[in-house]
């Protein structure tokens, strides 16, 4: 799995539990997210959207944080051993939503993006993979499926190739078993890749594509300059031995 995302520790109604290992440089982190892939990602590349995802909260490293709401409720303590060398971040979404904020409510999935403030640089380096969390029960199920669409942004990405570093990112917090893809756009192809570092595959316009083979994250992208194409895709996620 991409390091640029926290593990999801627990999913339950009114809580979302982070764990960040701690990193050397690395004093603060910045957790933003949208109720849409589309808005995780920004307007960037032919994607609608608003330009940046919501910002949520900010941490500092190795902190042990707690929204007001979670303070408050003082869910089931958690021994020390278990956040040594961590960051710990507990919230509760519903503590941040606003009038015209593009955050999910408590029983919808959010798209999460982490950023990470560097000594080095002086200031915080670009968001991370947008990680996706499931609302709260998505997990009481054997074999618990997920659907979404997005849009693939423009990135001049090209058949057999890397994907280019703004390619949309997507991390799942558990692996994946099957899933399918759809490009929604009748005349243009559109690339995905399973790792940063593998080439692409293309997947024609108006094409469905199955994939069987456990997976954690993918990486969208077309060929097209600032032209974005639609896409939809769901999946079936492990959770049955």
Do not use: W
């Amino acid at each position: 799995m991409a390091r640029d995302v926290p593990s999801v520790i627990r999913r339950e109604p009114h809580l979302i539990d982070l764990a960040i290992p701690i990193e050397p440089g690395v004093t603060r982190y910045r957790i933003l997210g949208s109720q849409t892939l589309n808005g995780a990602y920004g307007n960037a590349h032919g994607v609608p959207g608003p330009a940046v995802p919501t910002t949520i909260l900010e941490a500092q490293s190795g902190e042990y944080f707690r929204s007001p709401s979670v303070r408050r409720r003082r869910p089931s303590p958690i021994v020390e051993e278990s956040f040594r060398n961590q960051t710990r971040i507990m919230f509760d979404i519903m503590d941040y939503q606003g009038p015209g904020n593009p955050l999910p409510v408590d029983d919808q999935p959010l798209f999460l993006r982490m950023q990470k403030f560097h000594v080095a640089t002086g200031a915080f380096l670009p968001q991370g993979p947008i990680l996706i969390v499931p609302a709260p029960g998505f997990f009481n199920t054997r074999y618990p499926s997920f659907s979404c669409s997005g849009s693939a942004p423009g990135i001049l990405c090209q058949f057999g190739g890397v994907m280019p570093a703004d390619a949309l990112h997507i991390v799942f917090t558990a692996a994946v078993s099957a899933i399918t893809f759809e490009n929604l756009n009748a005349a243009t192809s559109m690339m995905i890749s399973f790792n940063k570092k593998m080439t692409t595959m293309e997947l024609a316009g108006a094409g469905l594509f199955t994939h069987n083979g456990e997976l954690d994250e993918i990486l969208f992208g077309s060929p097209l300059n600032n032209v974005a194409i639609n896409f939809s895709f769901a999946a079936r996620f492990v959770n049955a031995g």
